[in-house]
Nanobody
Framework: QVQLVESGGGSVQPGDSLRLSCVAS????????IGWFRQAPGTERELVAG????????YYPDSIKGRFTVSRDNAKNTVYLQMNSLKPEDTAVYYC???????????????WGQGTQVTVSS
C-alpha cells in the first residue's frame, strides 16, 4: 500500500503561482508514475500533468501546456506540480495518483492522495 499526501494548495489571485507537492510513503514514489488530476464541483476528474517513474516521460494536456510543470525528486519521495499564471477556471481539488504508467484515465491508477484545494479568484 502506498500512501500519498498532497500539500501546497490555497487561495490565490488570477496570475499568481502555486507549487503543489505529493509526498509518498518511504521509498515508494520512485517505483511509480505519478499523475496530477483535478476535479471541480460537478465535473469529472481530469489529468493535468503526468510524469513517468524517471523524468524521461512527461505529459501535459494541450489546455495546460506552458503553464504547469511537473517534476520529481525521488530522493525526497516527492513529485511537484508548479502552476503559473493561474486562472479562475483552475479552481479545483488537486490530487496526485500513483500508477504503473501515465494514464489519462483515472481508473488505471492504483493509489490516490486525499487532495488539496486550489481556489483562484479576485
Amino acid at each position: 500500500q502506498v500512501q500519498l499526501v498532497e500539500s501546497g494548495g490555497g487561495s490565490v489571485q488570477p496570475g499568481d503561482s502555486l507549487r503543489l507537492s505529493c509526498v509518498a510513503s518511504a521509498g515508494a514514489i520512485s517505483k511509480y508514475a505519478i499523475g496530477w488530476f483535478r476535479q471541480a464541483p460537478g465535473t469529472e476528474r481530469e489529468l493535468v500533468a503526468g510524469i513517468g517513474w524517471s523524468q524521461g516521460m512527461i505529459y501535459y494536456p494541450d489546455s495546460i501546456k506552458g503553464r504547469f510543470t511537473v517534476s520529481r525528486d525521488n530522493a525526497k519521495n516527492t513529485v511537484y506540480l508548479q502552476m503559473n499564471s493561474l486562472k479562475p477556471e483552475d479552481t479545483a481539488v488537486y490530487y496526485c495518483a500513483a500508477g504503473k504508467n501515465v494514464y489519462s484515465v483515472d481508473r488505471f491508477y492504483d493509489f490516490w492522495g486525499q487532495g488539496t484545494q486550489v481556489t483562484v479568484s479576485s
